[in-house]
């Protein structure tokens, strides 16, 4: 009797996948619209938002070394619930966040959740793919990536240009509710060896992914400053139809991210890492310069283009060669963006 042909979409797959989409999807609602809830509804000055941002990025990477030996150690999904329950708490923490003091710390707070989340996120995703397609099935589960990038930002925007920065909290943390009871459902492969040991440097350090971290962190730090403040950049320049910026991003990246994952897994990374860094740093060039809304939204087009690679998970031949399943986790704490 044939055996039967790997697949990448199993029930547990779409599952994580819906769940993640339904999480990223909260995060961005919030991502471009707490900076005009910092200056507009908390009556703070521009200075403020920078701190918001990058507070939360912070206790983020501070947790990511803790989360990938925990879900290395303690198993991925008892890590993952976990982080995602308090990640629901926290959402709904910001309904009742009446001071800039309130939300530093609440930010703080949420930025340790999400950096487990992302950490442990993308590691059983890994996990819930064959091995031969595990390229291919990463290049999926970053669909939901783009896909909460195109909605979040779009349906916050929407929401808080109604003046009702309340409502936006409600709808975040109502999704993350519905992302914590889907992943519940989630059924996760079973490390083949978890066994405790004391703590040392090589549990939070894999020199092998150095490289690409190093990598990945030179391109996040433009799309971190974007993203964060793009809401106050078209609003400064009048340009219409700036909420649609997000959209327009998510199209370049779904544009070039399913057939990525093949071509990674074929060739490597080699063949469309400069390419996609041109694109960018067009995007970017057309961004500083833009006044009207075509030249706005194509440079988002491009940027998605570029970042629809080098915001790519690397696939299996990447992985460490030692004992790839059980520091996965690891792994993925220095790659994830």
């Known amino acids: 009797m044939p055996s039967l042909k790997p697949r990448v979409f199993t029930q547990d797959f779409i599952l ?37 941002i990058g507070v939360y990025s912070l206790s983020a990477l501070l947790i990511r070394p803790a989360a990938g030996y925990a879900l290395d150690v303690f198993g991925r999904k008892p890590v993952y619930i976990i982080a995602l329950v308090l990640y629901t708490v926290a959402m709904g923490g910001y309904i009742f966040a009446s001071t800039f003091t309130l939300l530093l710390i609440l930010r703080f707070a949420h930025g340790l959740t999400w950096g487990v989340i992302t950490t442990g996120g993308s590691t059983i995703a890994a996990d819930l793919v064959p091995e031969e397609k595990r390229g291919e099935g990463i290049g999926y589960f970053g669909l939901s990536i783009t896909l909460s990038i195109a909605l979040g930002p779009l349906i916050g925007l929407s929401i808080m240009e109604l003046d009702n920065f309340k409502e936006l909290f409600i709808a975040a943390f109502a999704v993350s509710f519905l992302a914590m009871l889907i992943a519940l459902k989630v059924k996760v492969p079973k490390l083949s060896s978890r066994q405790k040991h004391k703590i040392g440097w090589s549990d939070f350090y894999e020199k092998k992914v150095v490289p690409l971290s190093l990598v990945m962190m030179f391109a996040a730090i433009s799309y971190g400053g974007i993203i964060s403040f793009v809401a106050l950049f078209y609003q400064d320049r009048a340009i219409e139809y700036g909420s649609l910026f997000f959209l327009f991003y998510s199209i370049g990246v779904a544009i070039f991210r399913p057939i990525a994952g093949k071509i990674m897994d074929k060739r490597g990374p080699a063949l469309l890492m400069f390419p996609s860094f041109m694109s960018n740093s067009i995007g970017l060039v057309l961004l500083a310069y833009s006044t009207e809304p075509k030249v706005f939204l194509f440079s988002a087009l491009l940027m998605g283009l570029g970042n629809g690679v080098n915001t790519y998970y690397p696939n299996h031949d990447h992985q460490p060669r030692a004992h790839p399943q059980t520091r996965r986790g690891q792994f993925h704490l220095l790659f994830c963006h």
């Open 16 to 52: 994580h996948w819906f769940s993640y989409l339904a999480m990223s999807m909260a995060f961005y609602f919030l991502l471009p619209t707490l900076p005009v809830f910092v200056t507009k509804g908390l009556g703070e000055d521009t200075s403020k938002v920078g701190l918001i």
